[in-house]
């Protein structure tokens, strides 16, 4: 079954001779519980196909149909939800709060939600991540991965259906790199979620159960790896 797909999905900016098409007629789709790995060289457009899968970025045209919706019929502020229940975003660069505790950090979707938090989920989530000695520890008192692993946990915390994440590892050395890969790996499996990283390590990669190769804003191959490699 597929939970995301997109159709004839393009992004452009700049109008003229300064067009550039970042994302060209794509149409892509992913099953649910699938673990994807999405790479191309800089500026292939990579960055932009995730802002758009997430609900980041509006599309200059096509669809980002996820759970049979196409999420840019919702007005903005319907949207913002959708991000917030149904999408878990990690990045790069760690973002997170710096006067919050990791625990704080984690449960911080839930709290601009108002919802009322499952401390039994968020117990299980930190103990998971390796976060469970370091709940009240502020961003400034944690190592680049400690961080890392916070903002895992607050793309977990409210279950979201996909989890998007942008060169997670990038900051991190080889050691981390691999702890943060296998802990995503198992908190998706655990927890039956959809995992879409975009990644330059092919290390990386290969652990997925489909690589996408994109360049110039297009498809240009995709690979089913081994089965052995599969998550699900």
Do not use: W
Request: aromatic share 6%; proline share 3%; charged share 25%.
């Amino acid at each position: 079954m597929d939970i995301l797909k997109t159709v004839d999905l393009c992004k452009s900016y700049g109008k003229g001779n300064n067009k550039i098409d970042a994302i060209k007629n794509m149409n892509l789709s992913v099953k649910q519980g699938e673990f994807v790995a999405i790479i191309g060289p800089s500026g292939s457009g990579k960055s932009t196909l995730l802002h758009l899968l997430g609900g980041v970025d509006r599309p200059t045209s096509g669809k980002v149909i996820i759970d049979g919706e196409d999420i840019y019929n919702y007005k903005e502020k319907q949207l913002a939800i959708f991000r917030r229940r149904k999408v878990g975003f990690i990045f790069q660069f760690y973002n997170l709060i710096p006067v919050l505790t990791a625990r704080e950090n984690i449960e911080l979707p839930l709290l601009m939600d108002n919802k009322k938090i499952d401390k039994a989920y968020i117990n299980d989530l930190m103990n998971i991540l390796g976060l469970e000695n370091r709940k009240k520890h502020l961003p400034s008192e944690l190592s680049g991965g400690q961080q890392q692993r916070v903002s895992i946990g607050r793309a977990l915390a409210y279950k979201p259906s996909i989890i998007l994440a942008d060169e997670p590892t990038g900051n991190l050395d080889s050691k981390n790199s691999r702890e943060i890969i296998d802990l995503l790996k198992l908190s998706v499996r655990r927890y039956h979620q959809t995992l879409i990283i975009i990644t330059h390590d092919l290390n990386i990669a290969s652990q997925a159960d489909r690589i996408i190769s994109i360049n110039d804003g297009i498809i240009t191959n995709e690979e089913v790896m081994d089965n052995e490699k599969h998550l699900f």
